[in-house]
């Protein structure tokens, strides 16, 4: 089932960035939800597990940033020439 979002959802979808779902597809009870999910940085439109998405922070509800998303978001500014000039753990 495709349920459209409306309005839509600001989420952090891990080692994509954050975005809005505006579409969220349920195979049903052996699936992980699907949010479909428009980045913010790139315009990509992407179609994202649920394991793999979170809410964005909120002060007003006092909802921080989850760990997962710091982590994601310090991954994500990292360009390839820094990566590759890391020793390998």
């Given at each position: 089932m495709f349920t459209q979002l409306n309005p839509p959802i600001p989420l952090h979808v891990l080692e994509k960035g954050d975005g809005y779902?505006?579409?969220l597809i349920d195979y049903g009870q052996e699936h992980n939800l699907i949010w479909v999910t428009a980045i913010d940085a790139t315009g990509e439109i992407w179609c994202a597990p649920n394991?793999?998405?979170r809410m964005q922070r909120n002060w007003t509800m006092g909802r921080?940033?989850?760990l997962a998303t710091l982590l994601s978001k310090r991954e994500m500014a990292h360009t390839p020439a820094e990566a590759a000039s890391q020793p390998a753990v």
């Open positions: 779902a505006i579409g394991p793999t998405v921080g940033e989850s």
